[in-house]
Nanobody, 118 residues
Framework: EVQLVESGGGLVQPGGSLRLSCVGS????????MKWVRQAPGEGLEWVAG????????DYADSVKGRFTISKDNTKNTLYLQMDNLKPEDSGIYFC???????????RGQGTQVTVAS
C-alpha cells in the first residue's frame, strides 16, 4: 500500500521559514519523481515544485521560485520542501505526491497545514 506522510507545517510570521518533510512507503521511492502541491482555503490544488527520482533538476512554480527548495533523500525515503521568506499567500495545506508535475494530481498524503500570519 502506497503511503505518503507529510509533517513540518505550522504557524510562522511573514519572512519566516519552515521545512516540510514527506516520508514515502509502499513503492520504490528512489525510482519515483516527486512533487509538492498546495491548496489555499477555497482554492484548487496548485503545483509548487517537482524533483526527479534521483534528486536532480528541481523545478518550481513562479510564485515560489527563489524562496522554496525541494530536495529528496532516497536513503531515508524522504522528500523535503525548505520554505524561506514566507508570505501570507503561501498559506494552505501542503501535500506531497508522486510524479514531477506541473500538474497537481496524483495520490497525496493527508497534508500539513502552513499558516503565514503576523
Amino acid at each position: 500500500e502506497v503511503q505518503l506522510v507529510e509533517s513540518g507545517g505550522g504557524l510562522v510570521q511573514p519572512g519566516g521559514s519552515l521545512r516540510l518533510s514527506c516520508v514515502g512507503s509502499g513503492f520504490t521511492f528512489s525510482a519515483t519523481h516527486m512533487k509538492w502541491v498546495r491548496q489555499a482555503p477555497g482554492e484548487g490544488l496548485e503545483w509548487v515544485a517537482g524533483i526527479f527520482a534521483r534528486g536532480l533538476a528541481p523545478d518550481y512554480a513562479d510564485s515560489v521560485k527563489g524562496r522554496f527548495t525541494i530536495s529528496k533523500d532516497n536513503t531515508k525515503n524522504t522528500l523535503y520542501l525548505q520554505m524561506d521568506n514566507l508570505k501570507p499567500e503561501d498559506s494552505g495545506i501542503y501535500f506531497c505526491a508522486r510524479g514531477f508535475g506541473p500538474d497537481a494530481g496524483g495520490q497525496r498524503g493527508q497534508g500539513t497545514q502552513v499558516t503565514v500570519a503576523s
